[in-house]
């Protein structure tokens, strides 16, 4: 996708109040097992949560491209 098609896309999502200019960052809760070993050298597996930032405004114009590629919209 050429620029200028990129910037379109975010003149409309802009439009309709979906797009701001300052980021939207959320915390995503994520689980992954986790593997080592202990003193006496057997191995162990733990399930640890962590917490994955994500920015709101990437994820809703990856969307948009998604549906212009799609022909749902046009420019």
């Known amino acids: ?3 200028k098609k990129a910037k379109l896309i975010r003149q409309l999502a802009k439009q309709e ?3 701001k200019l300052e ?3 959320r915390a995503v809760k994520v689980q992954k097992m986790v593997y080592g070993r ?3 050298g057997k191995s ?3 399930q ?3 917490q994955i930032v994500v920015n709101i405004n990437r994820i809703y114009y990856r969307h948009l491209k998604k549906a ?3 022909g749902e ?3």
Do not use: S
Request: hydrophobic letters at 35%; zero cysteines.
């Open 73 to 75: 919209f046009t420019i």
């Open 68 to 70: 212009y590629k799609n």
């Open 17 to 19: 109040g979906k797009f």
């Open 44 to 46: 162990i597996a733990e």
């Open 38 to 40: 202990d003193k006496n």
């Open 1 to 3: 996708m050429n620029a």
């Open 48 to 50: 640890v949560t962590r």
């Open 23 to 25: 980021p939207d960052y």
